[in-house]
């Protein structure tokens, strides 16, 4: 009997800070453990992309690029893993569980919504990770790429800042995905190649107008990106849309906005969805 | 009319898959979605080209980058559209293992379930070759256009294209739904090894015979001699051939291609059903 009182007060301790904790590392793990699970990832996840930005790298040499924009094309092709994991594995992902089923018990469980998509965050980043290192080390290497890291500090912090404010955006928007249904996959898909093109993956945003790019920079990965390129590249600097040090004050205001934004909208999204019958719907 | 088995599997599979893809929204939202995706991948590769170039749309090299990447939108419509449908019946509407026991042909029905993403490419290419005439001066002139070509390329490309969609969808029956969509991952490393946005001289001597033993490299060929047949005779990789060689090319591999997938699918179809696969859920 008191080993029965024992072991449930093991799982009834949990609350706070502890909870919430113990419910990211429960989300992030089945993304982690899955994909040891399945190797095949490793091919048509890291490989194949890989194959693709080559094919950006070859389309530069063809048209007699100088070869900075080689490095620009490894980096940015490197940086779309973060977009897609962004994309297909926090905002659609919501919609994804609906339809199996789990939305619903994410709600009922005593833990946060913010927790489980960090959950998400931290495992899908796992997988990100890899395929960017293996993108920018295979590209790197093919297609020798040249670096110059003018502060090693600032690029970590740009790096953080990007991430922390682009997975803000991806829990923002996963907010507005709980109450979507199929259309969800479709919006998904559709803001793949759009966002590629106005965050400049493939060439620095400086080549747009000076509005466009203002606009773009709403995406965290756009300033992102643009800082990383000034700080990696001799000839980043000259290529740069705004001053690295103005960037990373952006990119700071991001991460509060977004994160801000991503508490707020999830509360009320999930009161709405709730209100509206929106969590356990299958529109198929 | 009692038709035969594969007919109907294919004609249902058809009107399904064309319910799946536009019933999501409406038809003005439907359209943009149609329109913009395609849109954004010409102009990251127009951007590119510019920027270097200084938009010297003259020369032989834009209507020859523009051409193949507008018709490459048939590669990853036509096998992304295939192959998906195994992850859509099997993870999403769980209805896979129902097909299996209808009086139905798979592989015909997933033939069918790619014409939907081939109806929605066309409408695609059409538009990007508008945007290409209308905006960026492509020399592209309907009544020079050898039309005969164009349409027997287009046939054999579409019917070759959706082998390689059967292939894909097999071994997709093998592998766990990932994030990012397989169809789409290969297509895109295919991209590099087609010739579609550059000709295969760029490619490393060692990478060339890749892209020589792929039927995609004829194929486009014989779309940019149907359209603009000067922009093809600009460039070595395939001035050797002939229209009619490269048909018979074309025809070849398409009939090796054809082989391959029923095998392929065999295999699949037999190792996925031994697995139990069939009824696979992987949610990550």
């Known amino acids: 009997m008191a080993t029965d009182s024992q072991a449930f007060s093991r799982f009834e301790k949990a609350t706070g800070w502890r909870l919430f904790l113990k419910t990211v590392l429960a989300r992030a793990y089945p993304r982690v453990i899955g994909q040891q699970r399945e190797k095949s990832w490793i091919f048509f996840e890291i490989l194949l992309p890989m194959l693709a930005v080559a094919s950006y790298v070859y389309v530069y040499r063809a048209i007699g690029a100088p070869e900075e924009y080689v490095g620009f094309v490894v980096i940015g092709g490197a940086m779309t893993a973060f977009w897609m994991n962004v994309l297909w594995s926090m905002s659609s992902q919501l919609y994804w569980e609906k339809e199996q089923g789990n939305l619903a018990l994410y709600i009922m469980s005593p833990s946060s919504m913010m927790a489980i998509l960090l959950g998400m965050a931290v495992g899908g980043l796992f997988a990100s990770s890899l395929r960017a290192i293996a993108v920018i080390a295979l590209g790197s290497l093919l297609f020798q790429v040249q670096y110059s890291i003018a502060s090693f500090a600032q690029l970590i912090l740009v790096f953080l800042l990007a991430m922390t404010a682009l997975y803000g955006m991806g829990m923002m928007t996963a907010s507005l995905f709980l109450l979507l249904s199929r259309e969800a996959w479709h919006l998904s898909n559709l803001a793949q190649e759009p966002v590629y093109l106005v965050s400049g993956f493939y060439f620095p945003i400086k080549s747009f107008n000076f509005w466009v790019a203002a606009a773009a920079s709403f995406i965290p990965l756009t300033l992102g990106l643009d800082a990383m390129r000034q700080l990696i590249f001799p000839s980043g600097a000259a290529l740069g849309f705004l001053n690295v040090t103005v960037e990373i004050l952006i990119l700071i205001g991001l991460c509060v906005a977004f994160l801000t934004g991503a508490k707020l909208l999830l509360a009320h999204m999930e009161r709405l969805a709730i209100r509206e019958g929106r969590i356990t719907e299958s529109r198929r | ?284």
């Open chain 2, 1 to 284: 009319m009692k038709q035969s088995e594969p007919v109907r599997s294919f004609t249902m599979a058809t009107w399904l898959g064309w319910q799946v893809e536009s019933n999501w929204t409406d038809p003005f939202l439907f359209a943009i979605y149609v329109i913009i995706k395609p849109l954004a991948t010409a102009a990251i590769l127009v951007v590119m080209y510019s920027i270097i170039t200084g938009s010297d749309y003259n020369s032989p090299l834009f209507p020859y980058i523009y051409l193949g990447n507008a018709f490459y939108t048939y590669v990853g419509a036509v096998m992304a559209g295939v192959s998906w449908a195994v992850i859509d019946d099997r993870e999403h509407y769980k209805t896979l293992k129902y097909m299996y026991i209808a009086p139905i042909n798979i592989p015909f029905y997933w033939l069918g379930r790619g014409v939907s993403r081939f109806l929605i490419g066309t409408v695609a290419v059409f538009v990007i070759l508008t945007a290409g005439v209308w905006f960026l001066h492509l020399p592209l002139d309907l009544t020079q256009v050898n039309w005969g070509l164009f349409f027997i390329s287009l046939f054999l490309g579409v019917s070759m294209l959706a082998m390689m969609g059967l292939i894909l969808a097999s071994v997709t029956l093998m592998v766990a739904h990932h994030f990012f969509l397989i169809g789409e991952a290969v297509a895109g490393a295919l991209y590099l090894f087609s010739g579609a946005i550059f000709p295969l001289e760029v490619l490393p001597a060692w990478l060339r015979p890749i892209g020589f033993a792929m039927p995609i490299t004829y194929w486009l060929e014989l779309m940019r001699r149907s359209l603009i047949g000067e922009v093809a005779e600009a460039f070595p990789t395939l001035a050797q051939f002939s229209n009619l060689q490269l048909i018979g090319i074309l025809v070849g591999l398409t009939i090796i291609f054809a082989l391959l997938s029923v095998v392929v699918f065999r295999w699949c179809n037999h190792r996925a059903r031994e697995l139990g696969l069939i009824d696979m859920v992987t949610n990550y």
